[in-house]
């Protein structure tokens, strides 16, 4: 095993976040969070609302089980999870083992404080690249997706079949416009979305943004203001209503349940609450602009361990990351939170085994890209907010496309360098 990296920039990374706010567990479980000596082994996880006795929590307690230890589980909000993991660092106790957002691995890795998959001595080659690379610095995988969610389009069939539209001849951007007009002539509203000035609303700008093959590096290329101008354009026609400015996801969930939309962009999270809407509910992935699917950005958590003085830890750490991510347990994750689609093809096909209404779900999936990949890491944040405030500025009519992405540029990059 390679020695324990420095933690030197974990106190400068832990005060910068501490800055935004106090540090308050919901613990699912008894224990103080820090690496435990013997046969008990620390977890930390964003899932409080999975509590002692839930599907979930017996399923980590049976992984500990396998390795032939004791698992002690904490559960944090997701954000106060990030804030205390690089505190935890700091003060040299951190867990054996955490399981957060995609996003924050690259935050984490950057201090320091995690061990690379390579030194766990643990295979990601069953992984599917994509969805690895969002925990990929520099050629290092710093930990593994348990599962991924992504965004695609739920459409009414219902509305559809009243505007005369098959979802089936939807391929691009020209045919999804053309049914959007459609089904505002029937007395319909074509599509909602979330464009809230938030990191939804980058969430789901960035399937367009990919889609026309923009770089998160570029957000004033001619195909960012080509995927931007998209919206506007559908706002200003009327196929998209203007609440889109604040809307957050599950704001355009409760327009859709009203039964006037014909689509709505939404999350693999909405699977069952699709199923039980009060009419027909379809999906078809985002298309591209001129054919193809475009990439969505994934949600979902990663398994990281963070370095311990003990290196001799390691071995039952791995062996307890082995159990989560066998395809039958992955599969089982998939179900427990309803839905997180496998990251690798031994998963999806047990996943799909049982399930084959997925199959859209998992297509996306395997077309998604992680935000921080293409070794954005910490970069990505600032580029987002740049992002979202352009996305704000051109869908309220505040600035034009192409003003409003040259001045995203120009604060990204500030950022980035500054």
């Known amino acids: 095993m390679a020695t324990p990296r420095t933690l030197r920039t974990v106190a400068v990374a832990a005060s910068t976040l501490l800055a935004s706010g106090a540090l308050v567990a919901c613990s699912s479980a008894d224990g103080d969070g820090g690496s435990a000596s013997g046969d008990t082994y620390t977890w930390w996880d964003p899932y409080p ?17 396998d390795a032939g230890v004791t698992i002690d589980r904490t559960a944090f909000d997701t954000t106060q999870l990030t804030n205390q993991a690089l505190l935890a660092a700091q003060e040299g106790n951190a867990p054996d083992i955490i399981l957060l957002d995609n996003p924050a691995v690259s935050t984490l890795a950057g201090t320091g404080m995690l061990t690379t998959m390579g030194e766990l001595g643990f295979d990601t080659a069953a992984i599917d690249e994509n969805l690895l690379g969002a925990g990929v610095i520099d050629g290092e995988a710093y930990g593994i997706p348990i599962g991924a969610n992504t965004l695609a389009l739920f459409y009414n069939e219902d509305v559809l079949a009243a505007a005369g539209v098959d979802p089936a001849t939807i391929t691009d951007w020209d045919s999804l416009t053309a049914a959007l007009a459609a089904i505002d002539d029937a007395g319909h509203r074509g599509i909602t979305f979330a464009g809230i000035g938030t990191e939804e609303g980058s969430f789901q700008f960035l399937p367009w ?63 069952n609450s699709a199923a039980e809407a009060d009419f027909p509910v379809g999906v078809i992935q985002i298309p591209g602009p001129d054919g193809g699917v475009a990439p969505a950005p994934t949600g979902g958590e990663f398994i990281v361990a963070p370095v311990q003085d003990d290196e001799a830890r390691y071995e039952v750490t791995t062996a307890i990351v082995e159990c989560m991510t066998t395809p039958e347990g992955l599969a089982e994750t998939a179900t427990t939170f309803a839905y997180y689609i ?66 995203a540029q120009a604060e990204a990059e500030a950022a980035v360098n500054g």
Request: aromatic share 10%; net charge negative; with cysteine.
């Open 342 to 407: 496998p990251p690798t093809a031994e998963g999806q096909e047990a996943l799909l085994a049982d399930h084959p209404e997925l199959e859209t779900w998992v297509e996306a999936v395997r077309s998604a890209k992680g935000r921080t990949g293409d070794n954005l890491g910490t970069d990505y944040p600032l580029i987002s907010e740049a992002l979202w405030t352009a996305v704000q500025n051109a869908t309220s009519g505040a600035m034009s496309v192409s003003d409003a992405l040259a001045q």
């Open 209 to 271: 943004f990919w889609g026309a093959g923009a770089d998160l590096r570029r957000l004033d290329s001619p195909e960012a203001e080509r995927a931007l101008q998209l919206w506007v354009d559908w706002i200003d026609a009327g196929y998209a209503p203007n609440t889109v400015i604040n809307n957050s996801q599950n704001t355009t969930w409760e327009e859709f349940l009203t039964g006037d939309f014909g689509f709505v962009e939404n999350g693999t999270w909405q699977v």
């Open 49 to 65: 609302q999975h509590a002692d006795g839930s599907d979930w929590a017996n399923r980590v307690a049976a992984c500990g089980t």
